[in-house]
């Protein structure tokens, strides 16, 4: 599975363009949530990584070009260790819930609204490292 969210998320990011500002930090959420998403074993932990993965990949309206994302990742790569792993991934939820929150908010009052989704609990472990790196 985890070879599929990188070769969607490599394909989608070779349509070229210019780098954005929030590339790096979108590189880190992406290289985060998808490791949550293919090797966590909880399933609601990795659903929200799978919601963050597409969440970032979504953010590059105006996408770097391969090369560019290819350096950002690979630099991003680095500063990600298994001790603050988990760490930053709670930072990459942060935005998703913000947003699922306004969206939330925008229910029209003549209807109840629907149950508010449930905080993803914070992560407190990261993934096991994966063969590959």
């Known amino acids: 599975m985890k070879t599929v969210h990188f070769a969607l998320a490599a394909a989608l990011l070779a349509t070229g363009g210019s780098a954005v500002a929030q590339t790096a930090t979108d590189a880190r959420c992406?290289?985060?949530a998808n490791a949550f998403a293919g090797q966590?074993?909880?399933?609601q932990q990795q659903k929200v990584a799978e919601d963050t993965l597409y969440f970032y990949l979504g953010r590059m309206a105006v996408t770097p070009t391969a090369a560019q994302m290819k350096a950002a990742l690979e630099q991003q790569g680095k500063s990600i260790t298994d001790a603050n792993a988990g760490q930053l991934m709670n930072e990459c939820i942060k935005p998703v819930v913000a947003r699922i929150q306004v969206l939330q908010s925008l229910a029209p009052d003549d209807k109840p609204a629907p149950a508010p989704a449930p905080a993803p609990a914070p992560v407190t472990k990261a993934p096991a490292p994966s063969e590959g790196r």
């Open 40 to 43: 966590s074993g909880d399933s």
């Open 30 to 32: 992406i290289l985060l």
